[in-house]
């Protein structure tokens, strides 16, 4: 425990020096947007790999916070800061009302990811549809540069605040590694009648997990918002970025700390580098995270933390022959 926590203020350090070493838009802006990929990452692994719910729709939970955001600051008057705890309990709170549906008729599997992702194509419609979210237009947040306003005038203060949300989403992972919660939740995805007859309840562990991970979601739709100063319908509610976030997580390593930071660093060095390559080709991520993703499934099913373990043993089994080959001679 004391190494895994020593482990995530290292992370925090490393990536806090980042802008005090280099003032580079383009470095600053390709580690935030990292950062950004491993919160919405780490956000579907907490019901995604510990509760083994596959979502297809977390894009729901992430519009939701992105809108909350927006409106609780354009029609509501509230302060950024305060609309942003705001925004997290709305995605809570909309975890909750769509888990509550899912898990007390017992939908899991292939059901409960295209219930997910029916949720999310329902709040598209819905948003397109109402004034109060500007319907097809959307909502444009003014710019107004300040630290009260939670826009900076540089990437390195949006940096700083998707870093304390990943660390933030660090120690809850860690939390669910070793606290009962995290067991039972466990051993629901493991096998749920087995957990029910060693008295977890199934629905309220995992009613917890969703509303854990919507709100992480809804986190990372905020503050897109503040970054982008705009929201619509399709970005909110778009399959891209459930997509991002279920990719990020299973090509780390679902179900562990550093696999949806391992996958989103990885997965978004290689959307850069095709990018420099091909220019911008309409739904060229797409192609490249569903590539990736059969390689993963195929070849390392747990995931590129997985394929790092399995190298880290193979070394260890060499070097222990080694050293008994030296010994005997």
């Not at 005038?153 to 590694?177: C, I, M, N, P």
Request: charged share 10%; aromatic share 12%.
């Amino acid at each position: 425990m004391k190494g895994a926590l020593g482990a995530i203020v290292l992370f925090a350090v490393i990536m806090a020096l980042v802008p005090v070493v280099t003032d580079s838009g383009v470095v600053l802006n390709f580690v935030m947007m990292a950062l950004y990929a491993t919160l919405i990452a780490q956000a579907w692994n907490l019901l995604g790999g510990f509760g083994g719910q596959f979502s297809f729709g977390h894009a729901l939970f992430f519009g939701t916070g992105a809108y909350a955001q927006a409106i609780a600051q354009l029609q509501g008057g509230f302060n950024p800061w305060l609309a942003l705890p705001l925004a997290v309990l709305a995605s809570a709170a909309v975890g909750v009302f769509v888990g509550a549906l899912s898990f007390r008729y017992g939908l899991k599997g292939s059901y409960f990811a295209l219930v997910t992702l029916a949720f999310a194509e329902v709040f598209r419609i819905v948003a397109l549809s109402v004034p109060f979210t500007g319907a097809g237009v959307g909502l444009m947040v003014p710019l107004k540069v300040g630290v009260a306003n939670m826009q900076f005038a540089s990437r390195a203060g949006y940096l700083y605040l998707v870093l304390a949300l990943v660390v933030l989403a660090l120690l809850v992972t860690l939390w669910f590694r070793h606290s009962r919660f995290g067991a039972c939740l466990q051993a629901v995805r493991d096998n749920e009648d087995a957990a029910r007859a060693i008295g977890v309840n199934p629905f309220r562990v995992k009613l917890g997990a969703i509303a854990l991970s919507g709100a992480f979601m809804g986190a990372a739709g905020a503050v897109y918002v503040q970054v982008f100063q705009y929201i619509d319908p399709g970005i909110a509610y778009g399959a891209h970025t459930s997509v991002e976030a279920l990719v990020g997580a299973i090509v780390g390593g679902m179900g562990t700390v550093w696999g949806p930071v391992v996958g989103a660093f990885a997965l978004h060095l290689l959307a850069d580098l095709t990018r420099n390559l091909f220019g911008e080709l309409p739904g060229i991520n797409m192609v490249i995270y569903g590539v990736v993703l059969i390689l993963i499934v195929m070849f390392a099913p747990r995931g590129l933390t997985g394929v790092g373990h399995r190298v880290g043993a193979l070394w260890r089994g060499f070097r222990s022959q080694d050293s008994e080959a030296r010994r005997g001679d």
